[in-house]
């Protein structure tokens, strides 16, 4: 199932070259179109991805729940499509999210500045200043977005497996160099028990997020074969199996080990 993730510089790789090189290469383009889907499903609004989509949230937007959906829901989306194989992944730091999981092909496509500014002129119909100023603000955007959601840097070679530059190359001959690096990269993968075991965890940890009420503090999950462990903090037996039964209900959850804590609520003293 080979899975590929395209980080990419504003003008360095148009949206019509991500899908030539999906095309060309034989798999799904998974851009924000197929993820707006995901938090459809999960009735969030499509505004939600709009709001946030590759960019950093703001100190006011940190106090919302908002950011939490939409880092969940992503999250998600992205590890479904995954799951399901013959993927790119277009932008929204996949690369940091499945490295590990996958045997996945991490991708980065740069170009000169001059180039990358002449490119977004011409597809925009703006000047060069305003080309300029969307090229400035888009790269603060993903390297805010990456630094935020996955603590790396966006523009750290080391976190790719190659970095392309597009001002001399076209997408046909990169899909020919890169088929057989994709089918080594896939060879080296671990299999896909990791990457469902996560996709598991990632279900749990919203399912326990969405459920009204659910008396649990700090919760942490882990998955192995299915097999979920969680820790965290509640306030009763009655509380942690009602934790339980959410977890249970969940798709690819075999079995539940319960490591909550219990924490009695402190009573206040009364005055003397």
Same mark, same amino acid.
């Given at each position: ?173 990169? !899909? %020919?160099?890169? *088929?057989?690096? $994709?089918? @080594?990269? &896939? ?5 896909? #028990?990791? /990457? ?43 509380? !942690? %199996?009602?934790? *339980?039964?959410? $977890?249970? @209900?969940? &798709? ?5 080990? #319960?490591? /909550? ?12």
């Amino acid at each position: 199932m080979p899975i590929v993730t395209i980080a990419r510089e504003m003008g360095a790789l148009s949206k019509a070259g991500e899908q030539a090189l999906c095309r060309d290469l034989g798999l799904r383009c998974v851009d924000r179109t197929v993820l707006e889907e995901h938090f459809l499903k999960r009735g969030a609004d499509r505004k939600l991805m709009g709001r946030f989509d590759e960019r950093k949230p703001n100190f006011f937007d940190r106090l919302q729940n908002a950011v939490d959906i939409y880092a969940l829901t992503l999250k998600l989306a992205v590890l479904t499509e995954a799951e399901s194989g013959n993927a790119a992944l277009i932008g929204r730091g996949g690369n940091f999210l499945l490295h590990g999981l996958t045997g996945c092909l991490r991708l980065r496509f740069t170009a000169p500045l001059e180039l990358r500014v002449k490119r977004t002129a011409e597809e925009q119909k703006c000047t060069a200043d305003a080309a300029a100023k969307a090229i400035a603000a888009s790269d603060q955007g993903r390297i805010g977005f990456c630094r935020h959601h996955y603590g790396r840097d966006w523009r750290d070679p080391a976190q790719y497996d190659l970095v392309i530059n597009t001002e001399k190359t076209d997408m046909r001959t990169v !899909a %020919e160099f890169l *088929r057989p690096l $994709i089918a @080594a990269a &896939e060879r080296q993968s671990g299999g896909p #028990d990791r /990457l469902r075991d996560e996709l598991t965890a990632q279900r749990v940890r919203c399912a326990l997020f969405d459920a009204e009420n659910l008396p649990v503090q700090f919760p942490e999950i882990g998955c192995s074969d299915g097999r979920i462990t969680v820790h965290g903090s509640v306030s009763s037996d009655a509380a !942690a %199996e009602r934790v *339980r039964q959410v $977890i249970s @209900a969940v &798709e690819g959850v075999r079995e539940v080990t #319960d490591m /909550l804590e219990r924490i009695q609520p402190e009573l206040p003293r009364r005055f003397e």
